[in-house]
């Protein structure tokens, strides 16, 4: 008997029932332990938001270049400069609770609808997450008939190495086309009048690893796209396509030599932190830059004056920062190029030698800023890190960095020499749970993108409020699958609650007002001339609030969660309509769009951990959502 | 008092397989056929014989099938059975099946959803110490083979680890009665 005992007193029988008792007794247990616990030293004070103070109506503010209102909506940001605000205003404050809905079109797809609809030419173009049908609604007709339907059937197997839903963030329209980019590696050009093909350029790979769920862009007859696979060991690229023809013209390598990442004679960095020769392959060991992540899967903005492109690489693969010594060049970096020849401008890392996948990849809205005297041309990036860096868009400076979220695990941004202070406690180790990681891996902000008013100055943030705790383990580079090597599991922020709506003055650098929600606020936003702002839910509410005080003004329950961009348009019957998708997915969504089960801390990256009880607050389904005044 | 007697030996005999280390054996080597992933069949219904699983009560090799879940990356996707890019492997749902020789041939011949096929990747015996440690995930091995007891963060409610001492959900402490 004693030779068949078991090791811990012999009461290891897993039948389903006599877990769920055993459960309560460990629950018991561990309380005692836990308040037996002392804690080791006193941690470090977190870094907090200012408090929300609305600005003076004659403060300064900033402002944004705004072309000319068309009336439609014909890329994701709507405009180059990021700012996703539309001059219709037939709808405001005073009138918004009238909303309601004019039609309503179904996806057929179940996954997570990240993506805006797209309006041009009195066409709607809804595109779905995998399968990427791309579907042309005719607006001039009474509910929006489809007009056709395109199918790029991409590989069912770039499912299984698409890290955090099957997403895509969007389709584009330039020059009678409509461009975007499918699961498993294709940039598609479809005529947008016929639906029919005009070409399909492959440029990565599923075997390694590599997906493609960004949206577009769309520049002087260049099409840039980047990968997906940060979590898989991908090496990240920005690559420039001729619109006309599909034609590969560049391609922009994050990592590795300076020939790779096209850093040359222009390329001026700020801050001395950033120069040297080749650092995107000395600042890792051996060949790690060849597997080290640094993608191109978020935002891309454009200033016609200055001719550069911006936009941020993502985290360092693998996460476990064990397995890659060094800084890590160039993830989570904001670089500024030029369109034109893929040419470094200047570059930026924001988390040198990322330990809590703080991704750059959010969006810079290009903002024109009053600063100590001086109209400065900006960039506004509400990074991963829980920091709002406003820079100098010419030179990459920074002119200030502040705290937009709780934060532990980063002490401020030293704007003298644009070093981010770790706090050396909350560094992940291998073999040891490190608790109270503030922002959780997704951030203070993930990809959801913010918009941004010229009326009022401020930028609307939609985001989450998430804390995790993290534990190192060894991760096994196997092409094609996921190089993480991290244990994360992730619950609410101080507060509890999950989601922030902020609105945020660049130049006093705090928020002007500030929303909760019990859910991450996982949707983007959108603001128009008459100061309303829409945003949605995971739980499934469609909101207007008043852009000046927050105040709810309307709110309308989907049929699912809502994690798309919202759109505005004016119809072909000269009425301003309201467009979303509905459809709950995305990483925070993965537990509802995936069926995972969150019995497992760890499941999703350890996001399913913060979301078990969404489940029980939306359904899967994609359907598209169009609201409209009486 | 005779059914007890019997009930206590069968008991021990299984808890003996659960503790049993075997060095030397003849590892499952054949691959198992006919193996059916839908329960319809058309016309007559003939029986398909069942594999079991060589190592569905072993402690020893559902834990090494634990070390193995990791050190092939598919924890990376199905997580620790939670499910992430992959889906959950400790509930009660199974797409292409939960018997020993479904979960072999899902390993084997990958999925089209996106499992891949790790076909001549990993050695026989290794894949049915996988098939065991995946079915310990939703205690479809009868004896209860698999340790409670992790190295790792605490990742199931029923679970200890000396890592990572259990504290309660939500004990959150608001940082403010940190602060100095």
Partial sequence: ?630 | MVGASALVLLSLANACDREQRRFRENPPSTSPSNVRVSALQPGTMVDTAHVAGPYDNNAWAVTEGQRLFGWYNCSGCHANGGGGMGPPLMDDKWIYGSSPENIYNTIVQGRPNGMPSFAGKIPTQQIWMLVAYVRSLSALNTTGARSSRQDHMMMYPGSTSLQDPAKPVQSFKPPASEMP
């Fill in chain 1, 1 to 630: 008997m004693a030779r068949c005992g078991t090791e811990a007193g012999g009461h290891h029988v897993h039948t389903l029932t006599s877990v769920n008792r055993m459960r309560h007794l460990v629950v018991l247990g561990a309380l005692a332990f836990a308040a037996s616990c002392t804690r080791e030293g006193k941690p470090e004070p977190p870094r907090e938001a200012a408090a929300a103070v609305l600005p003076a109506s004659n403060a300064p503010r900033a402002t944004a270049t705004v072309d000319a209102e068309d009336g439609q909506w014909a890329m994701p940001m709507k405009s180059y400069s990021g700012i996703r605000y539309s001059q219709l205003t037939e709808i405001t404050p005073a009138n918004a609770k009238n909303l309601q809905p004019a039609w309503t079109f179904s996806t057929s797809v179940m996954r997570g609808h990240e993506e805006p609809p797209i309006i041009a030419n009195n066409t709607m173009y809804v595109l779905t997450p995998y399968p990427n049908i791309l579907y042309a609604l005719d607006l001039t007709l009474p509910g929006a008939p489809k007009k056709w339907q395109y199918e790029p059937k991409p590989q069912s197997e770039a499912q299984g190495v698409a890290c955090c839903d099957v997403v895509n963030r969007g389709p584009s329209f330039a020059d009678g086309k409509i461009v975007f980019n499918t699961l498993d590696d294709h940039v598609v050009a479809v005529d947008a009048n016929t639906g029919k093909e005009v070409w399909k350029t492959k440029v990565g790979d599923i075997n390694i690893g590599e997906t493609m769920t960004m949206a577009p862009l769309v520049v002087k007859g260049k099409v840039l796209v980047g990968n997906s696979g940060g979590e898989l060991g991908v090496r990240g690229w920005l690559k420039a396509l001729d619109l006309a023809s599909g034609k590969l013209l560049w391609t922009a390598y994050s990592t590795g030599p300076d020939s790779d990442v096209k850093i040359g004679s222009r390329f001026k960095a700020y801050y001395p932190k950033d120069r040297g020769k080749d650092l995107g392959e000395t600042t890792w060991q051996g060949e790690q830059w060849k597997i080290g992540g640094g993608n191109v899967w978020g935002w891309l903005t454009y200033d016609p004056q200055t001719n550069l492109v911006y936009y941020g690489s993502a985290n360092p693969g693998p996460w476990n920062p064990a397995q890659r010594p060094g800084d890590n060049k160039w993830t989570s970096t904001l670089f500024a190029r030029d369109p034109d020849t893929g040419e470094a401008v200047w570059a930026y890392q924001l988390s040198p030698h990322d330990l809590h996948d703080y991704d750059g990849v959010n969006e810079s809205v290009l903002l024109d800023v009053p600063w100590k005297g001086q109209t400065r041309k900006a960039l506004i990036h509400p990074d991963r890190n829980g920091y709002i860096y406003l820079m100098d868009r010419m030179t990459g400076e920074i002119l200030s960095a502040e705290p937009f979220g709780f934060i532990t695990t980063s002490r401020r941004v030293n704007i003298a020499n644009g070093s981010l202070e770790m706090v050396p406690d909350k560094k992940p180790e291998v073999g040891k749970v490190v608790r109270m990681v503030c922002p959780a891996s997704p951030g203070t902000k993930d990809w959801q993108p913010s918009s941004f008013s010229p009326r009022t100055g401020l930028l609307y943030i939609p985001h989450q409020n998430l804390c995790e705790d993290e534990e190192g383990v060894e991760a096994n580079y196997i092409a094609g699958t996921p190089y993480v090597g991290m244990n994360v599991r992730m619950y609410a922020g101080p507060g509890g609650h999950r989601g922030e709506l902020t609105a945020w003055d660049p130049i006093a650098g705090r928020p002007a007002w500030k929303l909760t929600e019990k859910f991450p606020v996982w949707s983007g936003t959108l603001v128009t001339a008459s100061d309303v702002v829409f945003y949605g839910t995971m739980d499934g509410w469609f909101k207007a609030v008043d852009a000046r005080s927050g105040t709810l003004l309307w709110r309308y329950k989907l049929g699912s969660g809502i994690i798309g961009q919202p759109v505005t348009y004016r119809g072909p019957d000269g009425k301003q309509y309201v467009a979303v998708m509905s459809g709950v997915g995305g990483w925070a969504g993965a537990i509802v769009a995936g069926d995972l089960d969150p019995q497992d801390s760890t499941a999703a990256l350890g996001f399913a951990a913060a979301m078990k009880d969404l489940p029980n607050a939306t359904q899967k389904g994609g359907t598209l959502y169009v609201f409209a005044l009486p």
